[in-house]
Antibody, heavy 114, light 108 residues
Framework: QVHLQESGPRQVKPSETLSLTCTVSGASVSSSYCYWTWVRQTPGKGLEWIGDIQHTRNADYSPSLKSRLTISLDAPKNEFSLNLNSVTAADSAVYYC??????WGQGVLVTVSS | EIVLTQSPGTLSLSPGERATLSCRPSESVNSGFLAWYQQKPGQAPSLLISAASIRATGVPDRFSGSGSGTDFTLTISRLEAEDVAVYYCQQYLTSPYTFGQGTKVEIK
């Protein structure tokens, strides 16, 4: 069983950078077991695939976010991270990390507000 | 990007009835790359079906998936109260790996 836990600031100011970390247990981020993925959900709305990273550190991003987005892997800490810069209110959402959709973190609500 | 259209938006049925949920991709999706998720209120999504028809571990056999190309279906054979949720399809054939907008299942 793979367990994932998101962490990071719950509030970010407009134009600043949203940074989240997903801590993984039960699997190694250095293995090919999963595509380590970020998904977000705006309040009352549906799911949006943000991007993913493989154990090779090859990352794939949503075209709509690509210019502002970095997903990275920290093997020694068994974590992967999301950095989204120049945020606006439209980036307020629940952010989930997931192992190829098979296992999900509980999600973290991030609000962009001054 | 591939757009997934789910219908109906909301399905309201009595316990024991059959629920049929549709997911139609804008382009053909190889059936090996279509998943269904269940999201109960206040919870993260959970995987129900992968590869269009393969139930995830622990998923009751009243849930089944079928379809190919541009027409996929999730069926709940006998609806139970615990099935109240929003159901999403996702294609993972072509990046970005898009989700449908969801179908909300309610109990009458």
């Amino acid at each position: 069983q793979v367990h994932l836990q998101e962490s990071g600031p719950r509030q970010v100011k407009p134009s600043e950078t949203l940074s989240l970390t997903c801590t993984v247990s039960g699997a190694s981020v250095s293995s090919s077991y999963c595509y380590w993925t970020w998904v977000r959900q705006t309040p009352g709305k549906g799911l949006e695939w943000i991007g993913d990273i493989q154990h090779t550190r090859n990352a794939d991003y949503s075209p709509s976010l690509k210019s502002r987005l970095t997903i990275s892997l920290d093997a020694p800490k068994n974590e992967f991270s999301l950095n989204l810069n120049s945020v606006t209110a439209a980036d307020s959402a629940v952010y989930y990390c997931t192992c190829s959709g098979n296992f999900w973190g509980q999600g973290v609500l991030v609000t962009v507000s001054s | 990007e591939i757009v997934l259209t789910q219908s109906p938006g909301t399905l309201s049925l009595s316990p024991g009835e059959r629920a049929t949920l549709s997911c139609r991709p804008s382009e053909s999706v190889n059936s090996g790359f279509l998943a269904w998720y269940q999201q109960k209120p206040g919870q993260a999504p959970s995987l129900l079906i992968s590869a269009a028809s393969i139930r995830a571990t622990g998923v009751p056999d009243r849930f089944s998936g079928s379809g190919s190309g541009t027409d996929f279906t999730l069926t709940i054979s006998r609806l139970e109260a615990e099935d109240v949720a929003v159901y999403y399809c996702q294609q993972y054939l072509t990046s970005p790996y898009t989700f449908g907008q969801g179908t909300k299942v309610e109990i009458k």
